[in-house]
């Protein structure tokens, strides 16, 4: 541990599985003190004793259990000065042609109503920080808020639009002298759980990696802990002139025309 974190406390929404996992690891190792939400208790709780974080059940688009979770922050911490807006879903998505009405909506509430909620709850918190407002808000945006997937026609549209959600965010929290920063990452192909599961549930797997790998100019899967560092980067107080930004960490996967 370098003690990046050192003295602050983080939230982190969807932190049970995937790269929500790996921060909630990554920023305790660096000091942070952590509280973390998701739907999985079971997971919840083994992750909270493995990292002596803070595990609270709630689901991202819950409008009334944002109150539970603030009420832990402040409770445990009297603090908050990293918010991390991971929390987010493609299951039930298709086409243009072929989504329904419903499934748009659902995905529509964790994506991006979700974000949107944890930026306030995240706003309302750092304002009360006990020696002046301050902290930063990263949210969890992907490649695909930038080229869109055919298939996947509500979570490329949530995920664009989180690019300019925080950017107005960004942009009325400087203005208001606030001292909170609101900053997008732009990961590409990472080997999380869901994409191994992805890769060892395909006939032939081999080909399958090696796909997934060919998208992204370097020629592999990102790592969670690449993630992570970043992450660690822009909730530290290094990165204090950045708001209002989109990182991008793909390999080079959006960066230029394939094949030219």
């Known amino acids: 541990m370098t003690g990046r974190l050192a003295n602050k406390v983080a939230l982190i929404t969807g932190g049970t599985n995937g790269i929500g996992k790996a921060a909630v690891e990554g920023f305790t190792r660096e000091g ?30 819950d409008v009334a259990g944002w109150e539970d979770v603030k009420a832990t922050v402040r409770n445990q911490f009297g603090r908050l000065d990293i918010a991390f807006a991971n929390a987010g879903t493609n299951t039930g998505d298709s086409d243009i ?7 748009w909506q659902k995905l529509l509430d964790i994506n991006l109503t979700g974000p949107m909620l944890t930026i ?6 750092m304002r009360g920080n006990p020696e002046g407002q301050g902290g930063s808000i990263i949210l969890n945006s992907s490649i695909n808020g930038i080229l869109a997937l055919a298939g996947d026609v509500t979570y490329s549209t949530t995920k664009g639009a989180l690019r300019l959600l925080a950017k107005s965010s960004a942009v009325h929290l400087a203005k208001e002298k606030t001292g ?20 060892n549930g395909a006939p032939d797997p081999a080909a399958a990696r090696s796909m997934l790998e060919g998208i992204a100019p370097q020629g592999r899967l990102g790592d969670m802990d690449e993630v992570v560092s970043l992450l660690i980067y822009l909730g530290s107080d290094e990165s204090k002139f950045m708001t209002g930004s989109e990182v991008v960490i793909d390999g080079g996967s959006t960066a230029g025309l394939p094949g030219v």
């Open 32 to 61: 942070a003190k952590v509280v973390f939400t998701g739907n999985n208790e079971e997971a919840g709780k083994a992750i909270a004793a493995e990292n002596n974080a803070i595990f609270v059940r709630h689901a991202v688009q």
């Open 120 to 125: 306030k709850a995240g706003v309302e918190l």
């Open 97 to 103: 042609e072929s989504v329904t009405v419903e499934d």
């Open 180 to 199: 909170i920063r609101v900053n997008t990452i732009h990961p590409g192909v990472i080997e999380t759980p869901l994409i191994q599961g992805a890769i």
